[in-house]
């Protein structure tokens, strides 16, 4: 994962796992989306995503590298894109781009990005192992 470059970094990668509206309600004092907000739409995209993997529950235990790129204005259309990194016995770490789409032109950038780390827990909230894909 690393900052944007406009030459090497021209298209989201990952799936879209979410996509919503910045509203008024979720701004900053100085009128930009907050990025309380926008971490919390990541780790949704991430949780998201390790519904596939973990066939069951699992749980955000980490949050690391979270990068703010750029602001984010009301209006904006969120998209957030999950890309499963590494899967571990129980853990798994998913990296998410942030993009938003500018409605007059239809161009893409890239706002945020971070790497969210989740482990698979049991009925009981317990770690459990991640059952294998075969």
């Known amino acids: 994962m690393a900052l944007i470059d406009e030459h090497t970094d021209p298209l989201p990668a990952g799936e879209l796992a979410l996509q ?13 989306i907050f990025g309380g907000w926008l971490v919390s739409q990541m780790d949704l995209a ?20 979270v990068h703010f790129l750029a602001p984010v204005s009301v209006g904006s259309v969120v998209s957030c894109y999950a890309e499963v990194v590494e899967i571990g016995r129980s853990s798994m770490q998913i990296n998410i781009e942030v993009w938003i789409s500018n409605s007059l032109t239809h ?14 827990i049991d009925e009981n909230g317990r770690t459990r192992r ?3 894909r075969e």
């Open 46 to 65: 991430a949780g998201i995503a390790t519904k596939q993997v973990t066939r069951g529950r699992s749980a955000t235990v980490s949050i690391k590298n």
């Open 107 to 120: 161009q893409q950038r890239k706002v945020a990005e971070g790497l969210f780390v989740f482990v698979a």
């Open 130 to 132: 991640i059952q294998s």
């Open 20 to 32: 919503t509206l910045a509203m008024p309600k979720d701004t900053n004092a100085n009128g930009d």
